[in-house]
Nanobody
Framework: QVQLVESGGGLVQAGGSLRLSCTASGRAFSRYAMGWYRQAPGKQRELVAAMTSGTTTNYADSVKGRFTISRDNAKNTVYLQMNNLKPEDTAVYYC?????????????WGQGTQVTVSS
């Protein structure tokens, strides 16, 4: 069982930056694929960024060049650095983990953290 706890959300002006963190319980963190999803009001949850247990990363087209996913296995933590934020980035952001891939129905989810970008 893996528990995920996100932090770092908040209110920021357009053009600003935020860094989200997600800390996982358990001893096998380095073997898990990790990712960040988001869900805006009235919209489906979408995958924003994903990282394999290695170093391969993938990003949604809408965030490429602005968001960076990274992980620190020694701290059991995955990060999402968000730069040049736009009002359309406003959403609840969820951390996800899976032994294989987070691209389809990840096994574990965090509780979510709100990100609000004002114009």
């Amino acid at each position: 069982q893996v528990q995920l706890v996100e932090s770092g959300g908040g209110l920021v002006q357009a053009g600003g930056s935020l860094r989200l963190s997600c800390t996982a319980s358990g001893r096998a963190f380095s073997r898990y694929a990790m990712g960040w999803y988001r869900q805006a009001p009235g919209k489906q949850r979408e995958l924003v960024a994903a990282m394999t247990s290695g170093t391969t990363t993938n990003y949604a087209d809408s965030v490429k060049g602005r968001f960076t996913i990274s992980r620190d296995n020694a701290k059991n933590t995955v990060y999402l650095q968000m730069n040049n934020l736009k009002p359309e980035d406003t959403a609840v952001y969820y951390c996800a983990a899976d032994p294989v891939s987070v691209r389809s129905s990840p096994r574990y989810w965090g509780q979510g953290t709100q990100v609000t970008v004002s114009s």
